[in-house]
């Protein structure tokens, strides 16, 4: 006795989800998540109680930018960085800025940029204290690109601010880095050409694939 109809069916159907869960596999792997940064290592000489003569007008910082993405590289603009400080709970005063020089960052890696800015006017001075801490606001925008096997996204949009809390020895308080910003999931809009294919395909295999479920199960 032969066998009972439908072979083909069920081949075309298996092929259909096959191809539809490949295509959903291709859109998983585009995603990208923002790079997380960080307040790393500041310190403000003046505030320093041990110092006899204490500058004041140096800010020496770290910023440190940490890339999770498991199969993207990251490429960085110029990374500008403004700094002010609080002069009572609601009050800022913009003191100075400072520009980290654009750089690529491979995938799952950590980079910590230095840098140092220049007071003048006593500007520093002017900070008030809260529970015996004076407090700085660090802002920071720039642009990245992704870097997705041979290709590169368009430009996406990257900022982030923190409050940094210095104490009598000048230096940020706590040992962890100071988060800058907020984590954001990205569905690039910037991939390769074959991206749109494959959310095509990922439609197109779904809708089928409830179709022959419909007709045939």
Not at 77 to 94: A, E, K, P, S, Y
Not at 193 to 205: E, I, N, S, V, W
Request: glycine share 12%.
């Amino acid at each position: 006795m032969g066998s009972r109809g439908g072979g083909p069916c069920k081949c075309c159907f298996s092929f259909i989800v096959t191809l539809g869960l490949t295509a959903l596999f291709l859109w998983l792997s585009l995603r990208t998540h923002e790079p997380k940064c960080y307040v790393g290592f500041f310190y403000v000489p003046s505030l320093n109680q041990t110092l006899k003569n204490p500058s004041n007008s140096t800010i020496v910082f770290t910023v440190e930018f940490d890339n999770g993405n498991k199969d993207k590289g990251i490429k960085y603009d110029n990374v500008n960085v403004t700094f002010g400080i609080f002069l009572d709970r609601n009050r800022t005063r913009t003191i100075g800025n400072s520009t980290i020089e654009g750089f690529y960052q491979g995938h799952q890696k950590n980079a910590k940029k230095p840098g140092f800015i220049e007071i003048h006017g006593g500007g520093l001075n002017r900070t008030a204290k809260v529970d015996g801490k004076s407090y700085f606001r660090v802002d920071f925008t720039t642009s990245v690109k992704y870097k997705i096997l041979l290709w590169y996204t368009k430009r996406h949009s990257l900022w982030g601010r923190a409050t940094v809390p210095v104490d009598d020895s000048g230096k940020k308080v706590g040992k962890k880095g100071i988060r800058l910003g907020h984590t954001a999931t990205i569905i690039v809009s910037g991939a390769p050409p074959l991206a749109g294919c494959y959310c095509t395909l990922l439609t197109l295999g779904l809708f089928v694939n409830f179709l022959f479920l419909d007709l045939f199960f």
